[in-house]
């Protein structure tokens, strides 16, 4: 991957953790169960901390991080009650665990193809956050549909 081609998906990156935060900030903001409002909150801070180091590894580049438009419309449908929680937490998980798996497919690809060895540790661990995102989400979503 050339530099151009690099910073391109840094931006893309960039743009998909950006967000991931705010998503998980509306969602965490309209929750009634208080453990999954407080987790989506927690997860948002942890999502910020992606937006931060990628923005880092835009700025060591000599690139300004710039936020594409909607990156994850087609993974969430366009859906306002997704993105606001409105439809309750199975919707909101389900969303939750589609994007994240999203991220990480991501993830592993730009970790094959970066070539760029510096990246390759940052990328994995945003990878790993992302996994456990989502197996929080699933065991989550598991015991609601137990429950009910
Ligand atoms: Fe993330
Ligand atoms: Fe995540």
């Known amino acids: 991957m050339n530099k151009k081609e690099l910073i391109a998906r840094l931006n ?3 743009s998909l953790e950006l967000q991931q935060v705010d998503l998980y900030t509306a969602q965490s903001k309209h929750m009634e169960n208080t453990y999954l409002s407080r987790t989506l909150a927690r997860i948002a ?3 910020q901390q992606h937006v931060d180091n990628i923005a880092a ?5 000599d690139a300004e991080p710039t936020r594409l438009g909607t990156v994850v ?3 969430l449908g366009t859906v306002g009650g997704t993105v606001t929680g409105a439809l309750g937490p199975k919707v909101v ?4 665990i589609a994007l994240e798996e999203k991220a990480m497919q991501d993830y592993k690809d730009f970790i094959l193809r970066a ?3 510096q990246l390759f540790h940052l990328l994995w661990d945003n990878l790993i956050d992302e996994d456990l995102h989502t197996a929080w989400f699933i ?3 598991q015991e609601l549909e137990y429950r009910h």
């Open 115 to 117: 070539g760029d060895s």
């Open 139 to 141: 065991n989550k979503l």
């Open 73 to 75: 419309a087609p993974v």
């Open 57 to 61: 590894e835009l700025r060591k580049r």
């Open 45 to 47: 801070v942890i999502e």
């Open 93 to 96: 998980l389900k969303a939750g």
């Open 12 to 14: 893309w990156f960039y």
